[in-house]
């Protein structure tokens, strides 16, 4: 199966409502006490939110997006509260192609910036937020959900960073997935490293303009085979971030080094 057989669109009838249901389940554990009910994901479709379905040729859903639509500061805003794609279908580009979806329908309402959440010990989606939609990263929150019975979160806490997706950006408009990657000051890449899950460097004094803080590649298996050692790379990542940020420094960038099986955030003052 290609990407081009799989058919983005609202979800509509009580069947791929509660396709979505069962399939947030599957993806956060039968534990996962945040489900959004059938009844939610249709009546927000009537108010401005989104609730979208990748679809195969046979009617079976591979993926959603879900958000919802508001006001801040006197401008409409998203709020983009889910998005899963089964792993089967994690090679189609379907993450890419739920977003510009939900991105086109924001669009359509009068939104300007579509925010999200996303764990920074997951590697892979900071190279999909950061590098293929060009996402800025505009807070650090400390545990954010609280302690959930989630697989997924269990005993590493739910820190997350918001990030900031405006919906009119040129470059998110032409699709310029490998800029953002390509444009990273290279300077950047040799910058000290304010972070390790086995000392305590955790970056009492950020020294200079620019750092990098380091996660692993695969933090899901981390925890699954060494428990304490992905609550160090959760301890030493907070602190890292909390010291930074409080320096003034930003993420610009995110680098994987495959070799070395860490992923890097590149952080700076000014760009």
């Known amino acids: 199966m290609s990407g081009s057989d799989v058919d983005i669109r609202p979800l509509q009838t009580l069947d791929e409502l509660r396709a979505c249901v069962t399939l947030q389940r599957e993806t956060w554990g039968d534990e996962f006490t945040d489900v959004v009910p059938a009844s939610i994901l249709k009546v927000s479709q009537r108010v401005g939110g989104v609730a979208a379905g990748a679809f195969d040729a046979d009617g079976k859903l591979l993926g959603f997006v879900y958000g919802l639509t508001g006001v801040e500061d006197g401008r409409i805003v998203h709020w983009s509260d889910m998005l899963a794609v089964r792993p089967e279908a994690r090679n189609l580009g379907l993450g890419r192609r739920l977003k510009d979806f939900q991105r086109h329908a924001v669009q359509q309402v009068g939104g ?3 925010y999200w959440t996303y ?7 900071a190279h999909l937020n950061i590098n293929v939609f060009g996402a800025h990263i505009a807070e650090y929150v400390e545990d954010m959900y609280g302690e959930t019975e989630s697989p997924l979160h269990r005993g590493i806490g739910t820190d997350r960073f918001i990030v900031a997706w405006p919906v009119a950006d040129a ?7 490998a800029t953002h990657a390509a444009g990273v000051n290279r300077t ?6 304010l972070n390790s899950p086995n000392d305590r460097r955790n970056a009492a004094v950020v020294i200079g303009d620019q750092a990098r803080v380091e996660v692993p590649t695969d933090i899901n298996a981390l925890q699954q085979t060494d428990r304490k050692q992905a609550i160090a790379w959760r301890q030493s990542t907070r602190a890292a971030f909390r010291n930074a940020m409080s320096a003034g420094l930003a993420v610009r960038g995110f680098v994987i080094d495959d070799c070395a099986q860490r992923g890097y955030y590149l952080l700076s003052k000014s760009e």
């Open 188 to 193: 950047l890449l040799q910058s000290p490293i």
């Open 119 to 125: 764990d920074p010990l997951v590697a892979r989606n």
């Open 112 to 114: 300007v910036v579509i």
């Open 171 to 177: 470059e998110v408009e032409k699709g310029l997935t």
